[in-house]
């Protein structure tokens, strides 16, 4: 099946850091990307969607200037948490579409974040 | 606003037996469902879909119930084997749009 890459898996960092998530479809030309936040016991919740080479949509109260996401090319986009508080950490996870050949979503590993 | 529901957070069930996980939901525009399968520290395996034009989907011992009118969906595991023990997520949307996930009911098979 289709393989998402998700790099790291696990960062621990200070508060005020920046840390980058770096979501790679290895096997397919992933035309949309979407970033997920998840918390314990909660679902995934959508941060925002992006599409290759242009803006990225964010979802209502998800702070684009604070959660950066970048797709330049068809195999990579990246999440960068800006200057990062401890309210920030969070399991981060991302997937990838084809458009073409519709959904489903294909899953990377996701990131585990903890901010101290 | 959950508009998508799994109001069963954990289900047992016994090796050999039948495992039904449900999903409700509340937007009517939704046109496609999914069930994902996520292991611990794992990201989320695609499992099965359904379009809204069916209302059954099989693939070998999975399969995937919709109704419409109960805006309901339901995932059967025929026979349950102790590898199924996972977090299973429904998700549901507008096809070729984001999904929207449900909180995820724990499954775990007995032997």
């Known amino acids: 099946g289709a393989v998402v890459s998700q790099h790291p898996s696990w960062v621990i960092c200070k508060s005020g850091t920046s840390v980058k998530i770096e979501c790679r479809s290895l096997d397919f030309q992933a035309t949309t990307m979407f970033w997920y936040r998840q918390f314990p016991k909660q679902s995934l919740m959508l941060m925002a969607t992006?599409?290759?080479?242009?803006?990225?949509?964010?979802e209502q109260g998800v702070e684009k200037d604070k959660f950066l996401i970048n797709h330049a090319s068809l195999t990579l986009s990246t999440l960068t948490v800006t200057s990062a508080h401890p309210e920030d950490s969070s399991f981060y996870i991302c997937?990838?579409?084809?458009?073409?050949?519709?959904?489903?979503?294909?899953f990377g590993d996701g990131t585990r974040l903890s901010i101290l | 606003d959950q508009q998508v529901k799994q109001n069963s957070p954990s289900l047992s069930v016994q090796e050999g037996r039948i495992s039904i996980l449900n999903c409700d939901y509340t937007n009517s525009m939704f046109d496609y469902f999914l069930w994902y399968k996520k292991y611990p520290a794992e990201g989320p395996t695609f499992l099965i879909s359904i379009s809204s034009i069916k209302d059954k989907n099989e693939d070998g011992r999975f399969t995937v119930f919709l109704n419409k009118s109960a805006k309901h969906l339901s995932l059967h595991i025929v026979p349950s084997q102790p590898g199924d023990s996972a977090v299973y997520f429904c998700a549901a949307g507008v096809y070729g749009n984001k999904l929207v996930f449900g909180a995820g009911t724990i499954l775990r098979v007995k032997s």
């Open positions: 992006s599409n290759e080479g242009s803006k990225a949509t964010y």
């Open positions: 997937s990838a579409s084809h458009r073409g050949q519709g959904q489903p979503q294909h």
